[in-house]
């Protein structure tokens, strides 16, 4: 599977499966071999119309069996390390890099999709940083101080 926006960037593998290496690889400092603009065009974020689609069935792509084999499990525990390291002020700029991304990510799910995906909720929910999850996306999702 491949996905492609329109920079001509491609994923060789599911989204999951990339952002779970690259969130393990940036452990130790390594840059994600893709920038904001290319993970949303993999994750079909980047357009205006709202499609419905919960980031589940966004990082899985085109692939039904993308998440076995535990990708979504290594994707949501590297998730959570990434946003601990991140709030605690410990990360280095490759885990910021990403967050950022994650962050562009979670945003537009949430302003184009609305409040219909649990997982978006939850990064939110555990995301202290205004420059990574905005003020106006914590409190659509009804999250404010």
Known sequence: MAAIDGSGFVFERPPVQEISVALQVAEFGVMPSFGSDDLLGALHLDGDEP???TLATRFRGDDPDAGAGGWFT???LG???LIHDTNEGVANPAQEEIAQ?????VTRQVTREGDVCGDARLMV?????DDTIAPEVRAALGFTD
């Open 125 to 129: 929910f555990l995301c202290d940083r």
């Open 51 to 53: 499609d419905g689609l």
């Open 79 to 81: 998730t959570r390390r």
């Open 101 to 105: 991304m994650l962050g562009a990510v």
């Open 74 to 76: 290594l994707f949501s």
